[in-house]
């Protein structure tokens, strides 16, 4: 199926890519319609059918984008997932999932097998920096790395990047697209549920750039919240635009911006 609103995909492969991520590619004539924003942080939401059943119930979406839910709500089954990769030539799109135990989405990704479907919806980014920009900060725990990644991966040459990531352990580094002027620094065993974040203290420690600047971060919610107010209290990021995203809620399931 597949509609203005609606596109249907099954998986056409898995990669794992590293002990605490799983990379799905999805196909399908659904995807025909799919038109990516072309921002790297887009996001979509993500329906699953009815593991018992094999029923898919969608909401309905006026044209304000509104939703309605069915009397039983919870047989919407959906989670809310960046993109890695779209490619409209080859009708492909890559969705980047965080191996964690329970979870709508988790548990569904680490079962998928080739064939297995699943509707989306259509994308909205956030990622919105000046015009003229000159350098960037982008932050992310495990869950915003795909969108991170992709943001880099279409950063203009001459733009400045300061990159910081937490993860569990090096063994769940990935390997980043190359840039000319991006500084990454890893840190292990923070956020990511396994201890206090350390995004905030290391914004702190980076140095105001040359020309505008941008700050764009994706993590738990309280650590997002909390870049946003340690961002405005730092000199270096005086009069620097600012978006933290919340892509998880500790103690809830793991999702990403607007869900």
């Given at each position: 199926?597949?509609?203005?609103?609606?596109?249907?995909?099954?998986?056409?492969?898995?990669?794992?890519?590293?002990?605490?991520?799983?990379?799905?590619?999805?196909?399908?004539?659904?995807?025909?319609?799919?038109?990516?924003?072309?921002?790297?942080?887009?996001?979509?939401?993500?329906?699953?059918?009815?593991?018992?059943?094999?029923?898919?119930?969608?909401?309905?979406?006026?044209?304000?984008?509104?939703?309605?839910?069915?009397?039983?709500?919870?047989?919407?089954?959906?989670?809310?997932y960046t993109i890695r990769r779209f490619d409209?030539?080859?009708?492909?799109?890559?969705?980047?999932?965080?191996?964690?135990?329970?979870?709508?989405?988790?548990?569904?990704?680490?079962?998928?097998?080739?064939?297995?479907?699943?509707?989306?919806?259509?994308?909205?980014?956030?990622?919105?920096?000046?015009?003229?920009?000159?350098?960037?900060?982008?932050?992310?725990?495990?869950?915003?790395?795909?969108?991170?990644?992709?943001?880099?991966?279409?950063?203009?040459?001459?733009?400045?990047?300061?990159?910081?990531?937490?993860?569990?352990?090096?063994?769940?580094?990935?390997?980043?697209?190359?840039?000319?002027?991006?500084?990454?620094?890893?840190?292990?065993?923070?956020?990511?549920?396994?201890?206090?974040?350390?995004?905030?203290?290391?914004?702190?420690?980076?140095?105001?750039?040359?020309?505008?600047?941008?700050?764009?971060?994706?993590?738990?919610?309280?650590?997002?919240?909390?870049?946003?107010?340690?961002?405005?209290?730092?000199?270096?990021?005086?009069?620097?635009?600012?978006?933290?995203?919340?892509?998880?809620?500790?103690?809830?399931?793991?999702?990403?911006?607007?869900?």
């Amino acid at each position: 199926m597949s509609h203005p609103t609606f596109h249907e995909a099954c998986v056409a492969r898995r990669q794992l890519l590293t002990p605490g991520m799983v990379r799905l590619t999805f196909a399908g004539a659904g995807l025909a319609a799919f038109r990516s924003t072309g921002i790297g942080d887009e996001y979509v939401r993500l329906f699953f059918p009815d593991p018992a059943s094999g029923e898919l119930v969608l909401p309905e979406i006026d044209a304000d984008g509104h939703w309605t839910f069915p009397a039983e709500r919870e047989r919407v089954r959906y989670a809310t997932y960046t993109i890695r990769r779209f490619d409209a030539r080859a009708g492909e799109l890559d969705i980047d999932f965080v191996i964690h135990e329970g979870g709508l989405a988790s548990s569904w990704a680490q079962a998928a097998a080739p064939g297995d479907r699943i509707v989306l919806n259509n994308p909205r980014g956030l990622y919105e920096p000046p015009a003229d920009l000159g350098w960037q900060v982008l932050m992310a725990d495990a869950t915003g790395l795909p969108a991170l990644a992709r943001l880099l991966e279409q950063t203009p040459a001459h733009v400045e990047s300061r990159i910081v990531i937490e993860v569990a352990d090096r063994a769940h580094e990935q390997p980043l697209p190359p840039h000319p002027r991006a500084i990454v620094t890893w840190s292990h065993g923070t956020g990511n549920g396994l201890s206090a974040s350390a995004l905030d203290r290391q914004l702190a420690q980076i140095p105001r750039g040359d020309g505008v600047g941008y700050l764009w971060a994706a993590a738990e919610q309280k650590v997002a919240r909390r870049i946003r107010t340690v961002a405005r209290d730092l000199p270096a990021f005086e009069g620097v635009p600012c978006k933290a995203v919340a892509y998880w809620i500790a103690g809830a399931e793991k999702r990403a911006p607007g869900s």
